[in-house]
């Protein structure tokens, strides 16, 4: 009984935060489009100065890191599984978005081996995810939602 009122609890959390999410993406889309607008009225009409590049691209990588966590928020609340290869593309991207925006010689050495380490470890979890092809949810770990449970009998 007081299970069913956690899972229902529960439903409505993620529900709440898939509609801030929503708000998040439409300002973030707005933002992106605004300041891709003002970069390219700037003079010289249509060319992108360094700066104006790389905010225009941590904007969009901000967009697209927004609308994957809305697309895991989505698959949680249908169909109880967490897609733990689309969690850990957006750990990529994220960091790659901080990578971007990173001013390199504003940046002390500990900081970007840090950043080199963790892209490491999330490359090699990355793959080691793709090749067992790990899913986890309502189906048994390390079966992909596609097969089939064994059949007893």
């Known amino acids: 009984m007081m299970l069913e009122y956690i899972e229902k609890f ?8 898939i509609l801030l999410l929503a708000v998040v993406l439409v300002s973030a ?9 003002m970069s390219l009225t700037n003079f010289p009409p249509g060319l992108l100065a360094n700066g104006e590049l790389v905010a225009v691209l941590g904007s969009f990588l901000l967009v697209l890191i927004t609308v994957e ?7 949680y609340i249908t169909e109880n599984v967490i897609h733990v290869e689309v969690v850990m593309l957006l750990a990529i991207i ?5 990578v971007i925006l990173l001013d ?11 950043i080199g ?3 490491v470890g999330l490359a090699a979890a990355y793959y080691l995810l793709r090749k067992a092809g790990f899913v986890i949810g309502s189906g048994v770990a390390g079966r992909t939602p596609e097969e089939k449970p064994p059949q007893n009998g």
């Open 10 to 17: 529960e439903r409505v959390v993620y529900t709440v935060l």
């Open 29 to 37: 889309i707005g933002e992106l489009v605004y300041l891709l607008a």
């Open 69 to 75: 966590l809305l697309d895991t928020m989505k698959a």
């Open 94 to 98: 994220a960091i790659a978005r901080k």
């Open 104 to 114: 390199p010689a504003a940046t002390d050495g500990v900081e970007l081996i840090g």
């Open 117 to 119: 380490i963790i892209i």
